[in-house]
């Protein structure tokens, strides 16, 4: 059954990041979270708050009837297709998969790393900041092609990945989130429905 197959894997999956027990906050987030109802998990830090998150918004995208893999997506769709603006422009989907804001670059690769090891069936996709993309810049070596053409050419890329009818987990900053949702609003591409949304150190996000 879906069910026991779901429970195995993140079983499997918790055990892999060294926890063989969950606390009694990350059981009753568990249950929460899986009710729908909004849930504040406040501890010290290394209690585990985000990994209770985490788990409980896994086990709810995994249950969702709406998930299509990407070979689903793909399928009979030619590349010409996928990067015209006719697949480009997608319809809103219906609310499925989780979006986690988080307010520094290790959080995001240590959410990214957790949902990889917890759950290896999910789609998870993280952004990049603009430095990053900056960064790229500097190797290419183009007369034709300037630092400022491969910063936004990244931009674009980075935004076209953050597809919410192929995504399970979207992991970002919350600035580049406000670029990407502004980015798709004016292409009228504003596809991302998430079902859950998980605010990560909600006190420094704030700051």
Same mark, same amino acid.
């Given at each position: 059954?879906?069910?026991?197959?779901?429970?195995?894997?993140?079983?499997?999956?918790?055990?892999?990041?060294?926890?063989?027990?969950?606390?009694?906050?990350?059981?009753?987030?568990?249950?929460?979270?899986?009710?729908?109802?909004?849930?504040?998990?406040?501890?010290?830090?290394?209690?585990?708050?985000?990994?209770?998150?985490?788990?409980?918004?896994?086990?709810?995208?995994? #249950?969702?009837?709406?998930?299509?893999?990407?070979? *689903?997506?793909?399928?009979?769709?030619?590349?010409? &297709?996928?990067? $015209? +603006?006719?697949?480009?422009?997608?319809?809103?989907?219906?609310?499925?998969?989780?979006?986690?804001?988080?307010?520094?670059?290790?959080?995001?690769?240590?959410?990214?790393?957790?949902?990889?090891?917890?759950?290896?069936?999910?789609?998870?996709?993280?952004?990049?900041?603009?430095?990053?993309?900056?960064?790229?810049?500097?190797?290419?070596?183009?007369?034709?092609?300037?630092?400022?053409?491969? #910063?936004?050419?990244?931009?674009?890329?980075?935004? *076209?990945?953050?597809?919410?009818?192929?995504?399970? &987990?979207?992991? $970002? +900053?919350?600035?580049?989130?406000?670029?990407?949702?502004?980015?798709?609003?004016?292409?009228?591409?504003?596809?991302?429905?998430?079902?859950?949304?998980?605010?990560?150190?909600?006190?420094?996000?704030?700051?």
């Amino acid at each position: 059954m879906r069910e026991v197959h779901i429970i195995l894997m993140l079983a499997k999956g918790i055990q892999k990041l060294g926890i063989n027990n969950l606390t009694d906050f990350q059981h009753k987030a568990l249950s929460l979270i899986l009710e729908g109802k909004n849930t504040l998990i406040a501890g010290e830090s290394g209690s585990g708050k985000s990994l209770g998150a985490l788990i409980g918004a896994s086990e709810s995208v995994l #249950r969702e009837d709406v998930r299509k893999p990407i070979e *689903n997506y793909l399928k009979d769709r030619s590349s010409e &297709f996928l990067f $015209s +603006s006719q697949g480009y422009h997608q319809k809103i989907p219906q609310a499925h998969g989780t979006l986690v804001v988080v307010p520094t670059r290790e959080l995001m690769l240590q959410t990214y790393t957790n949902l990889r090891t917890l759950a290896p069936e999910l789609n998870v996709h993280r952004t990049s900041s603009m430095s990053d993309i900056a960064g790229v810049a500097k190797y290419f070596n183009n007369e034709r092609v300037s630092s400022e053409m491969i #910063r936004k050419q990244g931009f674009v890329n980075m935004v *076209n990945s953050f597809n919410w009818n192929l995504l399970d &987990f979207g992991i $970002s +900053s919350p600035k580049v989130l406000n670029d990407i949702i502004t980015h798709k609003e004016a292409m009228k591409a504003m596809e991302i429905n998430p079902k859950i949304i998980i605010l990560e150190e909600c006190d420094l996000l704030l700051q």
